[in-house]
């Protein structure tokens, strides 16, 4: 569970499942659009720091992927 939150390959997934539009970057990134007021963000397809999984969290979690990430823990320890 800890795991996939800290992989950028799964935030990115759950963004999208979330109504977000997700274009390929540069290299190993994706841009993650969010909705009106947020910009967008770069997030590495791979497994990331502690910090940068923080921050890339954050951003979602604002942008209103947070009910999807939820489901989605959820689900997992069950």
């Not at 970057?25 to 397809?45: E, F, I, N, S």
């Not at 940068?52 to 997992?76: D, E, H, S």
Request: hydrophobic content about 45%; proline content about 3%.
């Amino acid at each position: 569970m800890k795991k996939d939150l800290n992989d950028g390959r799964y935030l990115t997934h759950k963004a999208e499942q979330s109504g977000l539009r997700v274009c390929n970057g540069k290299g190993d990134h994706a841009v993650v659009y969010a909705p009106v007021g947020r910009g967008y963000m770069t997030v590495p397809q791979r497994e990331l720091g502690k910090g940068l999984a923080c921050t890339v969290r954050k951003w979602l979690m604002a942008a209103g992927v947070i009910f999807t990430l939820v489901v989605a823990i959820i689900m997992q320890i069950m």
